[in-house]
């Protein structure tokens, strides 16, 4: 046990796993908080959905060779996020279809277009860096770090401001409305950040894995938890220990970060659904 | 001035009306049932009163000084409601929200509201419950104490005893028999008129068949009675 503590010990040394360290659980904070009000309006698949959407812009910003793909990653995500978290009696498709297809759609022009128009010798590389974040976790710099700390300052903020305003929306969209709150505009909100949250996160655990940070820490927390609050606190609780636990078992062990993280989420949400079996039986 | 008034209205979807040339108005501590079958617009005429729908013609007119955050609101349950994992308290307090604009807290006078409201239809003890766990009496009653949190004047109830059974539906109206009486204005969904007309004061009626009737109860039971006897004839 005392040589995996000196192992630990003995890499933290390294600038860029304490940069890894940092951005992982923030990034993992970030989307717990989302990820509860997702789950709950079912959106879920949220999460999976925007990130392809991310995946095809990245394709595209790399075929038009921009220097920085945000600038046009980030847009087209926020306006795909605005357009599937859009409520009211106008929607005509359905929230599950439209984001099926928005999901399927981005993915294969995605693809198509790094196909045509790709300069790089290592394809197959390049989709399953994007799609599994490979080791860009371990190749952050300050910068990285310093975007990543001002997003969940944004993040915390928003969600401690506005937490009743959140709990209401999410709870009965129609009676905060009718009553007088900005529905509206708190789901606008939700929906560009976690746009936010999703193509920034993409660095980090890669594309298809972000949806698994969405939806097992409020998972977990609703299994065992029975208020807003609790599940809540739980949620955050859970996905920032999971994720520094996934990272430090990554490096250790020499395991790909993201699905690492993902597993050790996995375990939890098994472990919280016993206690919450228990605990039912108990009462 | 009538506390609500409903002139020439015509109401639906883009494509599609469903009701037209509609007027009628509520005055102060009325108590106004709409009925109707199901499809005939009752839940769409109450979404456009609250604003949550627009007219499609005509205009629907508040006497001064009615805002929005005085007006309570019971719908109908959706699906995301059933396993939401909130406290009765969470969910009664946020009734309350109408009134703090961009305050992020709660102050302790509208905690004592939601606690004064769980009070009036005894769900106090079940305040710390998770909403998930109660039966659909005691869900109703939680929402219609959150819905009594935001109204100061008016109150608009969606078929507040759908899906429930007799006893507990017996209890609600019980409650919003006793609320009208304490003063407060009332707009009610049913597809019981026989029930509703025990309870309320006027009776707008979307039946298609019929067509539209509004007017207080005893006229609406004499109609009834008229074509009833040219039935029998």
């Known amino acids: 046990m005392s040589e995996v503590f000196s192992q630990i010990s003995f ?51 790399a075929a038009l060779t921009l220097t920085n793909n945000i600038i046009l990653v980030l847009p087209v995500t926020v306006a795909c996020a605005l357009f599937l978290l859009r409520t009211g009696a106008s929607v005509k498709v359905k929230g599950d279809a439209a984001l099926a297809m928005i999901a399927a759609g981005s993915m294969a022009i995605g693809y198509l277009v790094m196909n045509v128009y790709s300069t790089s010798a290592n394809l197959a590389g390049d989709v399953c860096t994007i799609l599994f974040g490979a080791t860009s976790i371990l190749t952050l710099t300050m910068t990285n770090v310093r975007v990543s700390i001002a997003l969940s300052v944004i993040v915390v903020a928003i969600f401690l401001f506005f937490y009743h305003k959140i709990f209401a929306v999410t709870f009965d969209e129609d009676f905060a409305a009718a009553t007088g709150v900005r529905a509206k505009s708190y789901n606008m909100l939700l929906a560009v950040v976690t746009a936010v949250v999703i193509v920034l996160a993409m660095d980090l655990v890669g594309a298809l894995l972000i949806s698994a940070l969405v939806i097992f820490p409020p998972m977990a927390a609703m299994s065992v938890f029975r208020s807003f609050r609790a599940v809540m606190i739980c949620a955050v609780t859970v996905s920032v220990i999971c994720a520094a636990l996934g990272i430090l078992v990554s490096i250790v062990a020499g395991t790909p970060v993201g699905s690492t993280i993902v597993a050790v989420n996995i375990g939890s949400f098994i472990l919280f659904s016993l206690t919450g079996l228990v605990v039912r039986r108990l009462r | 001035m009538a506390l609500l008034t409903c002139d020439n209205l015509a109401i639906g979807y883009e494509a ?15 108590f106004l049932c709409i009925a ?18 627009t007219p499609l013609s005509g205009q629907i007119i508040f006497a001064d000084g009615l805002k929005n955050h005085e007006i309570g609101y019971l719908p109908q349950q959706t699906a995301v409601q059933k396993d939401f994992p909130a ?7 946020s009734g309350c929200l109408g009134y703090s604009g961009l305050r992020p807290f709660y102050r302790n006078e509208e905690k004592n509201l939601a606690k004064d409201n769980m009070e009036r239809l005894g769900i106090s003890a079940l305040r710390r419950c998770s909403y998930r766990e109660l039966s659909g009496g005691q869900q109703q009653r939680v929402l219609l104490a959150r819905a009594l949190c935001a109204a100061r004047t008016l109150l608009l ?63 609406y039971l004499q109609a009834e009675r008229t074509i009833e006897g040219i039935r029998h004839e």
Do not use: W
């Open chain 2, 16 to 30: 599609k009306t469903i009701i037209s040339n509609l007027s009628f108005t509520v005055e102060r501590g009325d």
């Open chain 2, 157 to 219: 109830l969606d078929e507040p005893a759908a899906g429930l059974d007799t006893a507990a539906a017996a209890v609600m109206y019980e409650h919003i028999k006793q609320l009208n009486s304490d003063g407060l204005t009332i707009i009610m969904i049913s597809h019981d008129v026989e029930k509703a007309a025990e309870y309320a004061s006027h009776i707008l009626s979307l039946g298609t068949g019929k067509g539209l009737f509004f007017g207080t109860v005893a006229a």
């Open chain 2, 87 to 93: 406290s009765v308290y969470e969910v009664v307090l």
């Open chain 1, 11 to 61: 890499y933290l040394e390294f600038p860029f796993v304490r940069y890894a360290l940092i951005v992982g659980v923030l990034i993992a904070l970030c989307s717990s908080l989302l990820g509860v009000t997702l789950v709950l309006r079912r959106y879920s698949f949220i999460g999976t959905g925007l990130s392809n959407v991310a995946f095809g812009s990245t394709a595209i910003a």
């Open chain 2, 36 to 53: 109707g079958e199901n499809g005939s617009g009752k839940s769409t005429l109450m979404k456009t009163i609250l604003g949550l729908m």
